[in-house]
C-alpha cells in the first residue's frame, strides 16, 4: 500500500513538473531555453529523476529539444515537407476561387488564451478578423483570426484583403511556420446558419498558431464544413 502511494505520488509529481514546464514554454520563441534541472528540482523540491522523466517526456512530444554540450531548448521546426497554405491557397489548389467576407473586424484586448499564444500580455490590443470564406461562392468555412496590432499598424484602415497571408507577406510576415490541431465537432446553430448546413452537422475545427520568423504573426480558429472540406497534408521524412 505505502509503495503504491510512494509511486502514484512520483507520478503525479512528475506530471506537474511537466505541465508546469509546458505552460511556462508554451509561446516561447523556438530556440529559447527551458527552465533548468535544477532550477525546477529546487521548485518542486523533487528528485532529479523526477524532473528529467518530465523533461523527457516534452522532448518526445515534440515541445523541447536537446542540443548537446548546450542545453534544453523551446524545439525548432523541423525540416518536414508539410506545407504551410492559406485558405486562398488551398482553394485554388482544388480549382476553386477563395472568397472572404468580413462579418467583424475590429480591436480587441487580448484575453487570456489568445494573449498567451500570440506571445502577448492579457488586455494587448489585438486585431479581432471575422470572416466568412467561400469558394466559388460555396460557404466553406468560418475563421476568426486574432493578430498582434503592434505587428501590422494601420491594417484595420488599410481596407481589408482577400488573402491575410498576403497582406502579412507584403509587410515582410508572411508566416513561415505554424502548428495546427484539429477536431471533430458538431456544428452550433450560429455556425450552421452562415456556413449553410443543417444544425448538428459535422464540421472541422481547426486552430492555428503562425509564426513569421520568430514572431507569432497569427492565431486563429477556423469552422470548416466537412461535406465540403478534406485536410490534405504532404508529409515528409527529415533528412
Ligand atoms: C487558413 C488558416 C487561417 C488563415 C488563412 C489565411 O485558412 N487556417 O489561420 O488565416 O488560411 O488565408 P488567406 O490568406 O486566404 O486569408
Known amino acids: 500500500m505505502d509503495e503504491l502511494l510512494v509511486s502514484e505520488g512520483r507520478a503525479l509529481k512528475h506530471v ?4 508546469y514546464v509546458r505552460s511556462l514554454v508554451s509561446g516561447s520563441a523556438p530556440g529559447s531555453p527551458a527552465p533548468s534541472e535544477r532550477e525546477l528540482v529546487h521548485r518542486f523540491g523533487v528528485a532529479r529523476m523526477t524532473v528529467r522523466q518530465a523533461m523527457d517526456a516534452l522532448v518526445v512530444e515534440g515541445l523541447l529539444e536537446r ?4 542545453g534544453t531548448f523551446v524545439a525548432r521546426p523541423r525540416r518536414v515537407a508539410s506545407r504551410l497554405t492559406s485558405f486562398t491557397e488551398e482553394m485554388s489548389r482544388r480549382g476553386l476561387l477563395a472568397e472572404s467576407q468580413t462579418l467583424l473586424a475590429r480591436r480587441e484586448q ?4 489568445v494573449a498567451r499564444a500570440l506571445s502577448l500580455s492579457e488586455g494587448d490590443a489585438v486585431i ?4 466568412l470564406r467561400r469558394a466559388d461562392g460555396v460557404p466553406m468555412c468560418l475563421e476568426d483570426a ?4 503592434v505587428l501590422i499598424p494601420g491594417f484595420l ?3 481589408m484583403p482577400t488573402s491575410l497571408y498576403d497582406a502579412l507577406g507584403a509587410r515582410g510576415l508572411r508566416p513561415t511556420w505554424a502548428e495546427d490541431s484539429i477536431t471533430a465537432d458538431a456544428v452550433s446553430e450560429e455556425e450552421a446558419t452562415l456556413l449553410e448546413v443543417e444544425p448538428g452537422t459535422a464540421v472541422l475545427r481547426h486552430s492555428r498558431r503562425a509564426l513569421s520568423g520568430e514572431k507569432v504573426v497569427e492565431v486563429s480558429r477556423s469552422v470548416y464544413r466537412s461535406d465540403r472540406f478534406t485536410l490534405w497534408v504532404q508529409l515528409g521524412q527529415e533528412s
Open 146 to 149: 486574432y493578430l498582434n496590432e
Open 67 to 70: 542540443i548537446p554540450g548546450r
Open 110 to 113: 487580448a484575453g487570456p488564451g
Open 128 to 131: 479581432h478578423w471575422r470572416r
Open 157 to 159: 484602415q488599410s481596407g
Open 16 to 19: 506537474q513538473v511537466r505541465e
